[in-house]
């Protein structure tokens, strides 16, 4: 565990991110030990998740952490982040938002952003080198209309609840 700790880029300041351009099969087969179970190597992985996300959780402050997505359905990554971090860790199902909606309810504020003219990578979040909008649009049948670019940026965002009719 110690040795996958040590990886450097835990280390650097945010905004970051990465994919299997650093993190992927052959990264891990450099670390696993000769005969280690592949229940073992997840086990290890989401321990290793959570002592990650626990220490920068702790370094940058952070309160109150409301997960999405997959992570939120391992018992045990949840578990874990709770008892490692000084953060109260929930899931956003107590907005009122479904955990696995996130990509959904993210790609239609991107969506909106871009509608409207507005920047969906900023260098703050993303660390790019300008902000930029995201995506493209493809015309169907008509000339594709856009409406005036946004004054403002939204600071907001309001979620409604879904209102069921009939039974």
């Known amino acids: 565990m110690q040795v996958l700790l040590a990886e450097p880029y835990y280390r650097r300041e945010p ?48 309160t109150e952490v409301l997960a999405s997505g997959g992570g939120v359905r391992n018992p045990v990554l949840m578990r874990r982040l709770g008892e490692l971090t000084s953060a109260s860790v929930g899931t956003i199902d107590a907005l009122g938002v479904p955990s696995d909606a996130k990509e959904a309810y993210a790609f239609a504020v991107l969506g909106f952003l871009s509608w409207h003219g507005l920047p969906g990578a900023v260098p703050s979040v993303t660390g790019a080198r300008e902000a930029r909008i995201l995506g493209s649009y493809t015309p169907g049948a008509g000339p594709l209309r856009l409406p005036a670019p946004a004054v403002g940026t939204p600071r907001h965002l309001r979620i409604q609840p879904e209102i069921r009719t009939g039974t």
Do not use: Q
């Open 15 to 62: 905004p970051k991110s990465t994919g299997k351009e650093l993190f992927h099969a052959g990264y891990l087969e450099r670390f696993r030990p000769a005969g280690l179970s592949g229940e073992d190597v997840l086990a290890t992985l989401t321990e290793l998740t959570a002592r990650v996300v626990a220490a920068e959780l702790d370094r940058h402050g952070v």
